[in-house]
């Protein structure tokens, strides 16, 4: 497997808190991206990033916001959480454009 | 919108037979088309890829087959067997924009 970790695993909260998801990487691929799955509607693009501090929206980026500080670690903040945003969340990352792109164990996020 | 659109959603086909799932999408800017496959509890993983100026891949058992001019490309899984039952998704990337996107996924069971 590529040295993809996201962190936490499981993470239930309330409803309104602030969220942090983080997708690490020992790849040092340039593209990372941060989708969410949801029975029915597959992988939907959160947000993804190109470079360091290069960043840009997907389908579904409203409630979310992503960090990249350092080309190892991509974050994704959902600011104040809701129950729309319980989802299970995968984060990707890929060397070159048009190659494989893979992905983390996934975090399971419950919103209550 | 979901800009690749994938099905069928679920595939029950016995063992040795033919799986076939496909995909339709509207942007000709896309320029790679990779299938991933899922197993529960696990993030996605590349199961084969092609591009646009190739009409057939095959590797193994699995074929991809491109069809330029109907934006149409499926997936065929010779002699299934029962460990090929996992979750499948057709993607799309956009090179120059660095979106990779996914069709809903299709649920494919193999019985004994």
């Known amino acids: 497997d590529a040295g993809i970790t996201q962190s936490p695993r499981h993470k239930v909260t309330e409803t309104g808190t602030p969220v942090t998801l983080r997708c690490h990487q020992t790849?040092?691929?340039?593209?990372m991206y941060w989708y969410r799955q949801d029975p029915g509607h597959g992988l939907r693009l959160i947000h993804y990033?190109?470079?360091?501090?290069?960043?840009d929206k997907g389908e579904v980026s409203d409630g979310y916001s992503v960090s990249r500080s350092k080309t190892e670690d991509f974050l994704l903040t959902l600011e104040s959480a809701t129950s729309s945003q319980t989802s299970v969340y995968f984060c990707a990352t890929q060397d070159r454009a048009n190659t494989e792109a893979f992905f983390g164990q996934g975090t399971r996020l419950t919103v209550v | 919108q979901q800009q690749v659109k994938q099905s069928p959603q679920s595939l029950i086909v016995q063992k040795g037979g033919i799986s076939i799932i496909n995909c339709a999408y509207e942007n000709t800017a896309f320029d790679y088309f990779p299938w991933y496959q899922q197993f529960p509890g696990k993030g996605p993983a590349l199961l084969i890829a092609?591009?646009?100026?190739?009409s057939e891949k095959k590797e193994g058992r699995f074929t991809i087959s491109f069809n330029k001019s109907a934006k149409q490309f499926s997936l065929h899984i010779m002699d299934s067997q029962p460990g090929d039952s996992a979750t499948y998704f057709c993607a799309a990337f956009r090179g120059g924009f660095q979106k990779l996107v996914f069709g809903t996924g299709t649920r494919l069971l193999v019985s004994p």
């Open positions: 990033s190109y470079g360091v501090k290069d960043t």
């Open positions: 790849e040092n691929h340039r593209y």
């Open positions: 092609i591009r646009p100026d190739v």
